[in-house]
C-alpha cells in the first residue's frame, strides 16, 4: 500500500493526453501528487511554482524541447535536486547519450511499460530522499 503522508510531487511533461492521462493516473494510484504541463514553456513555469520532486519529461514538445528543459533545471542551483526520466520515442544511440549528457537520471522509450515507470519512479525518489538526508 502506498504511503500517502509524504507523497513527493511528479511533474508529468507531455503535449499528448494519451501519455498525460494514465501516467497521472498511475502516479496517483501510487500515492504520488502530480502536476503537468504540455510544452517546455509551462514545464518550466510549473516547475517554478510546484518544485516537483522529479521529472517524467517528453522531448518532442511544442516551443521549448525536453531537452532544453532538462539542461535548464540541470545548471539552476535551486532546481538541480530535481530527478529527470525522460519518456520519449527518440531511440537513437545520440539521442540517448544526449539526454544523458544534458543531466537525466533515465532515459525510457516509448512504448513502456507500467511496472517499468513505476520502478524507475521509485528507484529516482529513494535516491532523491537519500541524497535530502545528507545534505
Known amino acids: 500500500m502506498p504511503d500517502f503522508t509524504m507523497a513527493h510531487k511528479?511533474?508529468?511533461?507531455d503535449d499528448k493526453a494519451?501519455?498525460?492521462?494514465p501516467l497521472q493516473f498511475l502516479m496517483e494510484r501510487n500515492g504520488y501528487e502530480t502536476v503537468m504541463a504540455q510544452s517546455?514553456?509551462?514545464?518550466l513555469e510549473v516547475i517554478s511554482k510546484e518544485n516537483p520532486d522529479l521529472i517524467l519529461l517528453d522531448i518532442m514538445l511544442p516551443?521549448?524541447?525536453?531537452?532544453?528543459?532538462?539542461?535548464?533545471?540541470?545548471?539552476?542551483?535551486?532546481?538541480?535536486?530535481i530527478k529527470i526520466i525522460f519518456l520519449t520515442a527518440k531511440r537513437r544511440d545520440?539521442?540517448?547519450?544526449?539526454?544523458?549528457?544534458?543531466?537525466?537520471d533515465e532515459y525510457i522509450?516509448?512504448?513502456?511499460?507500467?511496472?517499468?515507470?513505476?520502478?524507475?519512479?521509485?528507484?529516482?525518489?529513494e535516491e532523491y530522499k537519500e541524497s535530502k538526508t545528507y545534505v
Open 10 to 13: 511528479i511533474l508529468i511533461v
Open 18 to 21: 494519451n501519455i498525460v492521462v
Open 40 to 43: 517546455g514553456e509551462e514545464a
Open 109 to 125: 522509450n516509448k512504448p513502456f511499460s507500467n511496472k517499468q515507470i513505476v520502478e524507475s519512479v521509485q528507484k529516482h525518489l
Open 94 to 104: 545520440v539521442d540517448i547519450a544526449r539526454g544523458m549528457v544534458l543531466g537525466a
Open 63 to 81: 516551443g521549448i524541447y525536453g531537452f532544453e528543459v532538462c539542461e535548464i533545471v540541470k545548471l539552476k542551483p535551486e532546481w538541480k535536486h
